[in-house]
């Protein structure tokens, strides 16, 4: 009979019931206390600031929460920027931004790292030698070599750095095609893979944005060559953000425990979706809105 009546309420009127009668199941022993709920995990994110909020350490905490992870950060630069370019890039001193880094690694359970920005070719070979120190977290690093309006935001030496002390560090290279070509100094994109994992890396993504024709085809690369590859409709209008959301999401999906293919897979998912729902708040380009599931729900 109790069965038939419960079925017959609905869940508010279940917990009217419920909580007009605390007092005397607290009585019985009931426990009221909100149920734990597991710790997220922890991903840190290092790279540049941007005041516009697209791209940068910005996008990276967002696009972490996205995942349910958290997202602590070390800042490798200042920057002057909006939607449309960077004006000015000021790093940050490398002591900084290792004893940031260091401070959160000897503090919290930080399962992944994301790179993005460096800015200076000094900060690179310092993080690389940090980096040397945590062997078993995965690094995720997406070589910012340039602002999306075209301004260069890596110079020889940096870039240098970056393939020489960076790489052998690195569980997942994501370059755009530029980023790719440029890193290599190869022109097809199977050959860039091969030279940037033989640079020491174990696994390299390049999205192919910034190719030609549709749809857009990314690929991952391992040590034995092509993994997979896939296809996503061509968007319409410029992105500001997009390589940085990619990374980060990835990033804290790996940190979740998610092996390579599967992370990388959601990742791009989630990403391609952020761009869909894109808004066009400044003068520039589009900014991803990664917090598309809190204003739509979990759907998608």
């Keep these: 009979m109790w069965g038939v009546i419960i079925s017959a309420l609905t869940n508010s009127q279940i917990t009217k019931a419920i909580l007009d009668k605390k007092p005397i199941l607290v009585r019985w022993g009931v426990d009221f206390s909100p149920l734990p709920t597991p710790a997220p995990a922890v991903t840190l994110a290092i790279g540049g600031h ?7 350490i910005q996008a990276d905490i967002e696009a972490i929460a996205a995942q349910g992870g958290h997202a602590a950060s070390a800042i490798t630069c200042l920057t002057v920027q909006d939607t449309r370019d960077v004006r ?46 945590h062997p078993a977290i995965p690094v995720v690093l997406d070589p910012v070599l340039a602002a999306g309006g ?52 174990r696994h390299v993504l390049i999205t192919g944005a910034h190719e030609q024709g549709a749809p857009v085809i990314n690929r991952l690369y391992g040590p034995a060559g092509l993994i997979e590859s896939w296809r996503w409709e061509r968007l319409p209008g410029e992105y500001h953000g997009s390589g940085c959301t990619l990374a980060a999401a990835i990033a804290a999906l790996l940190a979740q425990g998610l092996d390579l293919a599967d992370a990388v897979r959601t990742g791009q998912e989630f990403a391609w979706r952020s761009l869909a729902g ?10 991803p809105d990664r917090l598309y599931r809190l204003r739509h729900g979990n759907s998608g």
Aim: proline share 6%; glycine share 14%.
């Design 88 to 133: 000015q890039l000021i790093p940050t001193d490398p002591e900084l931004v290792i004893a940031q880094a260091e401070a959160v690694l000897a503090d919290l359970p930080v399962a992944a790292i994301k790179i993005g920005l460096l800015g200076d070719a000094a900060i690179a070979r310092r993080l690389a030698r940090l980096l040397g120190q």
């Design 150 to 201: 075209g301004t260069p935001l890596a110079g020889d030496e940096l870039r240098n750095t970056l393939v020489a002390e960076l790489l052998p560090q690195t569980g997942l290279l994501t370059p755009n095609s530029r980023e790719a070509r440029l890193l290599a100094g190869a022109d097809d994109l199977g050959d860039c893979a091969r030279i940037l994992l033989e640079g020491g890396c």
């Design 278 to 287: 894109a808004h066009r708040l400044g003068r520039g380009q589009r900014l």
């Design 50 to 56: 941007d005041p516009s909020g697209g791209a940068g």
